[in-house]
């Protein structure tokens, strides 16, 4: 309904009275959507309760923003999301939210797998915020807005476009979002474009524990390279004022803002939440008086745009339309077997397997034999050179070509622009990738060494790998994350720098984890990832054996036996290697277990034992097939595993020999359950070759 002149102009302080109707519209679905999800609740109906209550606020932010603005939003986010959605022609989100409620596959965003603020036409990237893990995608986004179109990259935002990514007080204690938020004042102060908005909703407390009074504002009022802005959210004036001018800073400077939204929490924190364990009855009802609800009613009556009786018939009108809704959604069919619930995840793999089964090689003339480092920098001049939108960063890898030269030279060849250094925050390289994949980029950033990946990887399990899921495939995060790894280093060791433990990412659903060991291998699997991430959107880890990096020798010294030439081929995803034909016994192994199980082959050939060896290639997808039929054609399988026992990738091969009906004898040689220490102590729990040669015979001479 179209507002009426207001009788008194002066109270909206310049504001229309349409703006300030229509977000009082949108805060008053945002509440009885959350009355209505303790009701579906109490009915066994509804499966989400944390609500937006009292935060209502936010829906005059979006009001202050363009459709168009990329927004990664708080679960508190309801009348954000709302508020948005009117700008924005089509679709019904009071339905939306409500389907999300109930888990019905209807859900336009997620298909019924989560209760998520989302829609691919309103640029709400779904997210499930784990402590504000989406803080680090959204500075991704940000940096991406420009450079994108600029590398000649297919972005879906426009060039004056800002990024906005709200969050809550307790949130903003956490070390993902200090290191955004840090990494967001690093980029603006070296003068790149970072066009982000933080919204940081400050109710005062976080579940039970309150945030100091003033610490907000405090820690962010006056920062170098962050403006501040501060808004009462229960004065609806103040909010839209104040959210203009924050995303006027943003979007004509290009730099980023911390907008200040002081809310109150109503309902607690979810329906099984009793605030009154933790809070005196006075503290939960003076939140009352600055409900915003309240707010932006007294305003409406103050300037002559609404009657007192016009806002109570609202109100009620609302709750029958949300109410009746409702009861409705609650009738619809929820996900109903497995297969339905994996859709995503099992398309996308799917999709990239077929995709990298189908593609031709790559035209190159014909190589001299390379090392592996080599492979891989040959790998990626090819994927910079055919790819726009391609990036490469992380620490070290620009000007000085990272701390192993794999990148040496990149830059020169290809701009800063493409390939540059980060500051040394794993989980903002791994954010800016994430947020530069849903910009159209092709991120290919770099962990420096595999233990730092411990840092940051709830940016890959909680953000990256989740995002098909949550999003039905909607939205996508294609990236290779390159990752220098694995043990037996000589001369620079430690447990930092030689570290064996992937337990971590082993199993996360839809991840695609590649493990080349040698040159030729190294370059056609990384045109896979490449080939995978694009056509399919899947998130692929790339472990790179430090130790095999520039190892050119194999049985010994100057035979130049792990040397290989790059012949441009592209390995499809989940196929084996097989090296050699022998009938008494099948080796499983991967990376630096590989040369290490060639050697021993070369022993028991000698005592008329006949060995092949399987390098896996593919942690993920596993490469069951090929495991299954060299395991059949011996009768005979030792898992060579330089990662530990427990946890390790020896336990995912067994099982899948299981599972599938193996009954032939089998065994595993693998490193200790440990920590690696310095120097020549690492050998000691480490898996050696002398183990893996006496673990061969045991197997060969005891079945």
Known sequence: MDAPAATNPAVLQGISAQRVLEVFEAQLGSRH???????????????????????????????????????????????FYLARARQVDGGDPLRDVLLGLVAATAEPISGGRHKVFGRHDLTVIPQTS?????????????????????????????????????FGDASANHSTAVGALNAAMHTAYQGVPMPLLFVCEDNG????????????????????DLAYFAADGADPTDVLATAERAAAYVR?????????????????HAGSDFEPAYRTPDEITTDYARD???????L??????????????????????????????AELPQLDSARAVLAPLRDALDDAVAASTAAPAVERGTGSPITLAQAVNGALRDVLTDVPGTVVFGEDVGRKGGVYGVTRGLQATFGRARVFDT???????????????????????????????HNAADQIRGEGATLQFFSNRQYRNPMVVRIAGYGYQKGFGGHFHNDNSITAIRDIPGLVIASPSRADDAAAMLRACVIAARSA?????????????????????????????DTGAVTPLGRARTYGDGRDLTILTFGNGVPMSLRVTRRLADLGIGTRVVDLRWLAPLPVDDVLAEAAATGRVLVVDETRRSGGVSEGVLSALIDHGYTGAMTRAASHDGFIPLGDAALHVLLSEDAVYDAALELVRGS
């Open 33 to 79: 959507l959350d009355l209505a999800a303790r009701w579906l609740r109490s009915r066994g109906a509804g499966f989400y309760t944390i609500g937006s209550a009292g935060h209502e606020s936010n829906a005059a932010v979006a009001a202050a923003l363009r459709p168009t603005d990329p927004a990664l939003l708080h679960y508190r986010s309801g009348g």
């Open 130 to 166: 784990t402590i504000a893990s989406h803080l680090p995608r959204a500075l991704g986004v940000a940096f991406s807005i420009a450079r994108a179109r600029k590398l000649g990259a297919r972005s879906p935002w426009p060039d004056d476009a800002l990024a906005v990514c709200s």
């Open 205 to 224: 407390i976080g579940i039970s524990v309150p945030t100091p009074r003033g610490w907000i504002a405090r820690t962010y009022g006056d920062r170098p």
């Open 252 to 268: 004509t400077r290009r730099r980023p803002a911390f907008l200040h939204l002081r809310t109150v929490r109503l309902m607690g």
């Open 292 to 298: 915003p609800l309240l707010g932006t009613a007294r």
């Open 300 to 329: 409406l009556i103050a300037a002559g745009v609404r009657t007192p009786r016009d806002v109570l018939d609202a109100y009620e009108a609302t709750r029958d339309e949300v109410l009746a809704m409702a009861a409705e959604v």
């Open 423 to 453: 500051l040394l925050d794993e989980q903002s390289i791994l954010g800016l990738a994430l947020g530069g994949a849903v910009s159209g980029l092709l991120p290919i950033p770099e962990i420096q060494y595999l233990a730092y990946l």
């Open 537 to 565: 959107g899947v998130v692929c880890v790339f472990l790179e054996p430090i130790a095999l990096y520039h190892t050119k020798d194999l049985y010994a010294d100057g035979d130049d036996g792990w040397l290989a030439v």
